[in-house]
């Protein structure tokens, strides 16, 4: 796990980060004592949280291959990235195109250093330091410009990053704004956590978890997640649970998970 002497002096290592939880949660190492001391004791009451953190990861690894293999789209806006881990987006599009461009886009300072660590000297994939609360910064950031042309297709990727956006902030207002600028063609990928059939008790411990960082956790319906492809066609099985979202003949584990997440994919018509 990363060390106090190994944390650059723009990183805050005394205030817990979402992007730091999910990381530990998911058994990476760049996250700090902070951090660890929300989510032990949830993770031992609540175990579920780690299968569900997996099943998301899983989830955007095969939109992303969907997105660039069967769809042949060759530019990606990855928003509310989070920290860089095993498989990551360029890394799943750069297999199958190895010219497919990524911006990644957070607002989180650790995300920023462990992304540009990561991503030095790869011209297709670039860092935006940027909060989808603010989609004007992230739309027309150089760094996004340069990288996306918007009158080709784009993939664009919203995974476990809606729910930490409060109804007061619009979401579906600024995820509107940024689905405009896409031109015919593109896709959006969407996974959202629901309490949708959760245990009372696992519901009440993510919510004493979240409660400790700076962004709250809020769920919400299959039908308020659905409102977010809204214009666009909705790529079947349409919106549906983690591991039920499969387009291929891949294998993917049916096991319900214990907690869940909406997820879809729509194309821009």
Known sequence: MTSPNDVPPEVDMYTPSPARIYDYVLGGKDNFEVDRAIARPILEQAPALRDLAVANRRFLERVVHYMVHECGIAQLLDIGSGLPTANNVHQIAQRINPKARVVYVDNDPTVHVQAEALIVGDQFTRYVDGDVRTPERILSHPVTRELIDFTQPVGVLFVSLLQF??????????????????PSGSHVGIAHVTDHGIDPVVHKKIEEMYASVPNRFYFRSREQVARFFSGWDIVPPGVVYGNDWIVTAESVATTQLPMNFWCGVARKP
Not at 167 to 182: K, N, T
């Open 165 to 182: 956006v409060h109804d007061s902030d619009d979401p579906h207002g600024v995820v509107a704004r940024i689905l405009d600028e896409m």
